[in-house]
Antibody
């Protein structure tokens, strides 16, 4: 059974940093592009970042470019999102999702709250 | 303002049919596959349609997708109260080099 489990969310002050993680199981993690998608409270889905299977290519939304870094550890079946210079508007549930183009499996999400 | 445009809400009675539109451009829907997601209240999104019109295993054939030019449509027949959810279209934007989603459509089954 495919499982994606996010962790690392929490409360952080504006300007602070946080690293969220996604633990994958039930499939060959190293064979898939992985993604982060976020959803602000009461709002729609916003794509954040994608990383190809061997980390050859990373893509970022303009809203996070230069502040967020996506990475992965295929040996540990894990996906990461390092978030620096956090802003109030980064407050959201962060989901990891599998796939290139269409996201066929999603985690349950981890809540990141940026507030003073 | 989302790159893909969806109606904010649609509604229909149980047993009826509803369609949800998604409008984009040549750099989004026009030259890339479209997919659709269902998000039930308090849960993560779930893939409903991929590759414009294909259903993942386990998705009933009440759900269908189509694409024409720079627009796409999700159809749901035989509406059930359990279909009440937010529905999102998604695709790749070749000009932005990133994924994009519609703003979402809230389906109410009256």
């Amino acid at each position: 059974e495919v499982q994606l489990v996010e962790s690392g969310g929490g409360l952080v002050k504006p300007g602070g940093s946080l690293r969220v993680s996604c633990a994958a199981s039930g499939f060959t993690f190293s064979g898939y592009t992985m993604n982060w998608v976020r959803q602000a409270p009461g709002k729609g889905l916003e794509w954040v970042s994608s990383i190809t299977s061997s980390s050859s290519y990373m893509y970022y939304a303009d809203s996070v470019k230069g502040r967020f870094t996506i990475s992965r550890d295929n040996a540990k079946n894990s996906l990461f999102l390092q978030m620096n210079s956090l802003r109030v508007e980064d407050t959201a549930v962060y989901y990891c999702a599998r796939g290139a183009g269409d996201y066929d499996y999603w985690g349950q999400g981890t809540l990141v709250t940026v507030s003073s | 303002q989302s790159v893909l445009t969806q109606p904010p809400s649609v509604s229909a009675a149980p047993g009826q049919k509803v369609t949800i539109s998604c409008s984009g451009s040549s750099s989004t829907i026009g030259n890339n596959y479209i997919c659709w997601y269902q998000q039930l209240p308090g849960t993560a999104p779930k893939l409903l349609i991929y590759g414009n019109d294909k259903r993942p295993s386990g998705i009933p054939d009440r759900f269908s997708g189509s694409k024409s030019g720079t627009s796409a449509t999700l159809g749901i027949t035989g509406l059930q109260t359990g279909d009440e959810a937010d529905y999102y279209c998604g695709t790749w934007d070749s000009s932005l080099t990133g994924a994009v989603f519609g703003g979402g459509t809230k389906l109410t089954v009256l």
